[in-house]
């Protein structure tokens, strides 16, 4: 493979950026769908549809590393938070298919808060991965996705405790419904690992 | 009727139910029993064993006691441990007939048919009609219906509902009732207009309103 000499440091800014776009947007979809089910207007297919493209924006970011031979930061800390970004989405991916692969039938409030969290988590992530090129405003990002994840927490477990309150829940809305939290907190714990990223590169090159 | 017997031996008692056309369903333990009345809808259950113990597992499902030997004490015993029947060995056929009717009929929610105003609904021929017409709501629907047409007006809780409908706890933050009352509601509005609506008590539950009109124009 030939290496690039003339650096194109501007693409790997690009397509962070819309990586970040990919994010929230599939968050904000995957929170319409868990607030209408069972009558959602947003299928899942749109929310794949976004997973998809973020795969493709990660093999680009992979490519364009493989290619270049000047990057705008360390190659492992740009290979890191390619990984991170791709893992935010394929988690919010697994937890909108899960309403269908169980066949949810209606809405609970904690799950709900999880996926208002998420958006709001994957909003400042793609502020943090929009403010590459300068770092402006990634601290206050990085900071606002550490706190929504520690709300994240709190909301996720006392959602799974909400399930063992009484002894005569249904079974079967146990097992659906831990899976489901545990899935929308696996998504929002990635925004933290994916903040961290970022700060690591803002650390090393601010 | 569907009677589930739980832990009781073959012999007179099921024979009787049996041969008077109930559908009995036997099985060997309380954990059994509760599943067995989850899918099957037991409107009586008898056993030979501890009352007590089924009725925490069966909820509103009433428990009668066997005894395969007649016994006043032991029919005293059973009724001072929480069943809510006795049966023995001393009573004829009939009578055992007609106290295991009696038991399911004592039974909370187990009125088959409820009305209210020109609202009917009969659990048995599964139906729900306003002035005579079919209405097309499903039986998860028709059973929430019942039950809000069974508390007269008055607000029944959505953990009541849950609990009488889906036959388990409700678990906290689920939407499961909302999301059918809401279904219902649509449904009630597009067949039978404002006359028969449900009413919202926010945090609460719900209640089913007939408007006095359609009540007094029967």
Known sequence: MRLALVPRTTAFYDLFAAAGRAAHEAARLTEIRFREVPDQTVAHARVKQLETEGDTITRDIFELLNTQYVTPFDREDIYGLAKAVDDVVDFIDEASDLLDIYKIDAPMDQAIAQCRVLVDATGELERALGSLRNFKGAQEAILAIKRLEDDGDRISRDAIASLFEDEDVSPRTMIRWKDVFEALERAIDACETAAHAVGNIVVKNA | ?218
């Open chain 2, 1 to 218: 009727m569907q009677i589930l017997a739980v832990g009781v031996a073959p012999g007179r008692l099921l024979d009787s139910l049996t041969s008077a056309g109930h559908a009995v369903r036997a099985v060997a333990g309380p954990g059994e029993a509760e599943l067995a009345a989850r899918s099957s809808r037991a409107e009586v259950a008898v056993t030979e064993h501890d009352p007590a113990a089924l009725k925490r597992r069966l909820g509103t499902v009433p428990v009668a006691v066997w005894l395969p030997t007649a016994s006043s004490d032991g029919a005293a015993e059973a009724l001072a441990s929480g069943a809510d029947e006795a049966l023995h060995a001393g009573m004829g056929r009939r009578e055992l007939l007609e106290r295991v009717a009696a038991l399911a009929r004592r039974a909370p929610g187990a009125e088959a048919v409820v009305e209210a105003g020109p609202l009917r609904l009969d659990r048995d021929r599964g139906e729900a009609t306003w002035r005579g017409r079919r209405l097309a709501l499903t039986a998860r629907e028709r059973d929430v219906l019942h039950e809000l047409a069974r508390a007269g007006g008055a607000t029944v809780r959505r953990e009541h509902l849950y609990r009488s409908v889906w036959g388990y706890a409700m678990a906290r933050g689920d939407r499961t009732v909302d999301v059918n009352v809401k279904r219902l509601r649509d449904k009630l509005a597009a067949e039978v207009g404002a006359p028969a609506t449900i009413a919202t008590e926010p945090g609460v539950g719900y209640r089913l309103v007939v408007a006095a009109e359609a009540v007094t124009a029967l």
